[in-house]
C-alpha cells in the first residue's frame, strides 16, 4: 500500500479516536480529560455559535452535568476530511439524557448530526469547534 495512504489512514484513525474519547470523557464528567483535548479557544454551536475559551466550556458542562443522572452520546458514519494540519469531521448522533424526578419525565433521547473542527498539535488533534443540529427529539425535552 502507498505510504500516503497509511499516513491518511493512520491520521483518519487518531481523529475519530479523539472524538471518541471526547464524547466519552464528556459522559464520564472526565474534565481533566475533556480539557487536554480542547483547544484554547472553542466555536460551540448549539444553534447560536459562541466562542469560549476551553475552561470556560468545560465550567458551564461541570454546572450543568450535576442535574443529571447519565449523559450517554453515541456517534457515527464519521467522514473525516484533512486538509494538512486541520480536519473537518461530519457525524450523526444519538445523546440519552436522565434526570430523575424531572418534573416533565426522566429521559431525553435525541438524534441528528454535528460538525467538528480540529487542528494537528504537538500533543495530538486538538478540538477548536463544533456545530450540531438536533433533528429528532423524544422523550422529555425540557432536561
Not at 25 to 43: F, P, Q, S, V
Not at 101 to 128: F, N, V
Amino acid at each position: 500500500m502507498d505510504p500516503k495512504r497509511i499516513q491518511s489512514v493512520i491520521e483518519r484513525i487518531e481523529i475519530i479516536d479523539t472524538l471518541t474519547t471526547f464524547t466519552r470523557a464528556a459522559d464520564m464528567r472526565e474534565w481533566d480529560t475533556c480539557r487536554a483535548i480542547l483547544g484554547e479557544t472553542i466555536i460551540n454551536d448549539h444553534g447560536t455559535p459562541e466562542t469560549l475559551s476551553r475552561d470556560a466550556l468545560i465550567e458551564r458542562w461541570r454546572v450543568q452535568s450535576p442535574t443529571l443522572d447519565l449523559i450517554h452520546h453515541v456517534t457515527t458514519d464519521h467522514l473525516v476530511v484533512i486538509d494538512g494540519d486541520l480536519a473537518k469531521v461530519h457525524t450523526q448522533f444519538i445523546i440519552t439524557v436522565r434526570a430523575t424526578g424531572a418534573p416533565s419525565g426522566d429521559l431525553c433521547t435525541r438524534g441528528g448530526s454535528c460538525d467538528y473542527d480540529l487542528k494537528r498539535t504537538d500533543e495530538g488533534w486538538k478540538l477548536t469547534g463544533f456545530k450540531s443540529v438536533i433533528q429528532w427529539s423524544m422523550g422529555s425535552v425540557n432536561i
